[in-house]
């Protein structure tokens, strides 16, 4: 299937489906479109099932939630320090007023250096298995500290980390309350940091209004647009669930060289040259 999207994407053959895009714009916070033309309730309700919005964050056992923890974490996220250049913050390319991403084609890392993929935004990613778009880091504690380190990103090595936030007095009495008797350590930075990135969730939007039974929170055309999604389309196949996303790896054609979860998992035939499902949570603000 995928290299069909690959073949097609080449020769042009696929093309915005209005309905479609109405679909999706649903998904933001923003308000709905104007209604048109009615449609059938059955005519969409049998795919409806699995939509319903989640439940509370899971969070693991050996770093559970705090507002202590959560404030720390949120603290460090924002603060250029946790960069050599100290301009440069995981708020920098996790923008909330931008989706909590960029709002670029590509990151921009340490030195104003073009990066090699997109900034993916961190909406919902307390629900997720695999980070990055290669999957290659397994939780969200260990996400946190690699973009810290990378010397194309914020480029501050983890050994000069810990001495760094150590001589900065305000940080001691703050690591102090979250996490008693542990210290300041990279343990500690990366499970502050994940701790705030679990609250980092999309609000309630029309479309979760509707799924509800409030007929009139999304357009008739986004309705059709959400059938469309599920049926002809096969967008669903990918972007399943409350998140839209199914947390899986696809190769959707784009050309490069860049061979995502191949790189990672080099065996699997099926894995080369593909990335992680974005979320359409909040997609028009990306």
């Known amino acids: 299937m995928y290299r069909s999207i690959r073949a097609a994407k080449r020769t042009g053959a696929i093309r915005t489906l209005p309905w479609l895009a109405a679909a999706c714009l649903s998904l933001a916070w923003t308000n709905s479109p104007a209604r048109s033309e009615a449609l ?22 050996t770093n559970r939630s705090t507002p202590e923890r959560e404030r720390l974490g949120k603290t460090l996220f924002f603060d250029p320090r946790l960069s050599a250049s100290g301009v440069m913050s995981c708020g920098t390319c996790h923008n909330p007023g931008l989706s909590w991403g960029d709002g670029l084609p590509k990151g921009v890392g340490h030195g104003m250096k073009t990066l090699g993929r997109r900034t993916p935004t961190l909406l919902n990613v307390a629900w997720s298995e695999l980070f990055f778009w290669d999957g290659r880091a397994a939780s969200l504690e260990e ?9 194309d990103e914020m480029n501050l090595p983890l050994e000069a980390l810990v001495p760094k936030l150590r001589a900065i007095p305000e940080y001691a009495p703050r690591f102090e309350e979250a996490y008693p008797g542990e210290g300041i ?27 509800e039974g409030d007929e009139d929170a999304i357009s008739e055309a986004a309705k059709r647009g959400f059938v469309l999604f599920n049926e002809k389309a096969r967008c669903s196949t990918c972007h399943g669930g409350w998140r839209f996303t199914d947390d899986s790896f696809h190769d959707i054609g784009v050309g490069g060289e860049d061979r995502g979860r191949g790189a990672v998992l080099a065996d699997i035939e099926v894995l080369q040259f593909a990335f992680k499902t974005p979320t359409l949570r909040n997609v028009d603000r990306r």
């Open 185 to 211: 350590s990279t343990d500690t930075i990366s499970k502050a940091i994940a701790s705030f990135e679990r609250t980092v969730v999309s609000g309630r939007a029309p479309f979760d209004a509707w799924l």
């Open 40 to 61: 059938t309730p059955g005519g969409y309700q049998e795919f409806m099932v699995g939509y319903r919005r989640g439940a509370g964050a899971p969070v693991p056992a």
């Open 143 to 151: 996400q946190a500290l690699g973009p810290i380190a990378s010397p």
